[in-house]
Nanobody, 112 residues
């Protein structure tokens, strides 16, 4: 099943950490994490390609780390020093060829 499955979300206090996981199957190209805060548009948080090159939105640089177990087609998002403004539904997106597949999302809530 190519559609990715996310896990690891939850409720955490500001300054805490969470680790999100994204599991898919088959051969995929880049993997990425997006988030959608309440009543806002979805935004790209971090991405990683097949050779491990990464990219981050400015607001999470130095706090979040994306990684990937290529053979297992599993991606992680380690989130440290969480802030209330990180509260959102986090989605994993994987690309097979020219087609994107999205997970159902996992809720991350950061309390002040």
């Amino acid at each position: 099943q190519v559609q990715p499955v996310e896990s690891g979300g939850g409720l955490v206090q500001a300054g805490g950490s969470l680790r999100l996981s994204c599991v898919t199957s088959g051969s995929v190209r880049d993997m990425a994490w997006y988030r959608q805060p309440p009543e806002k548009q979805r935004e790209l948080v971090a991405s990683i390609d097949t050779i491990g090159s990464t990219d981050y939105v400015d607001s999470v640089k130095g706090r979040f780390t994306i990684s990937r177990e290529k053979n297992k087609n599993t991606a992680y998002l380690q989130m440290n020093s969480l802030k209330p403004e990180d509260t959102a539904v986090y989605y994993c997106r994987v690309r097979r060829g020219s087609v994107n597949f999205w997970g159902q999302g996992t809720q991350v809530t950061v309390s002040a």
